[in-house]
């Protein structure tokens, strides 16, 4: 199996559990990747349904450079702690730039089209009247299902989804050379 090095982010409080632990369990356990966790501040992460995570790392200290895809967590927290989030834009805007994965399910993809990667793309978010404005904002085409997969970009619609997108990612990954 080829060794891929994923960067997932998740907010500090409020991610959706199952889009993090799920994809999270299999990225490590079922593929044997690497991945580090990150988010705006360090410290323990509390997700809506109540399972934690100790966040090591912010995303002030990641670079693109190491890692081979990127995949933003959903949950109301990303409304709150992530979408306007200038360190984060960035690093999708390299990610993408340098033709890395980059992924976001649920309220997440709105992260995209704020970070301006969405211009002329079609993606799927959580549907919620600010999360379809951001998308509106951002040029994106909204796609109804569950997983929408666009050149690089690979977003998902909800927590419901979250094994198929994890799926995704890994065959996406699977297309590029590692970094």
Not at 38 to 54: C, H, I, Q
Not at 151 to 169: L, R
């Amino acid at each position: 199996m080829t060794d891929k090095r994923i960067l997932m982010v998740i907010a500090p409080s409020e991610f959706r559990d199952e889009e993090f632990f799920e994809p999270y369990d299999y990225f490590t356990q079922d593929q044997h990747w690497s991945v580090t966790v990150a988010s705006t501040a360090k410290g323990e992460a509390k997700g809506m349904l109540g399972k934690t995570w100790t966040v090591q790392e912010t995303l002030d200290e990641q670079d693109s450079k190491n890692f081979d895809a990127m995949v933003i967590v959903g949950g109301m927290g990303s409304l709150t702690y992530l979408w306007d989030e200038q360190s984060l834009q960035q690093l999708i805007r390299q990610c993408n730039q340098d033709g890395k994965v980059v992924a976001a399910i649920c309220l997440s993809g709105a992260v995209l089209a704020n970070a301006g990667i969405l211009e002329g793309k079609s993606a799927t978010v959580w549907e919620m009247p600010e999360s379809i404005e951001a998308f509106r904002k951002g040029k994106a085409t909204y796609i109804k299902q569950d997983v929408v997969v666009d050149g690089n970009i690979v977003t998902s619609n909800g927590p419901h989804a979250a094994k198929a997108f994890a799926h995704e990612i890994a065959r996406q990954l699977l297309k590029v050379p590692t970094a």
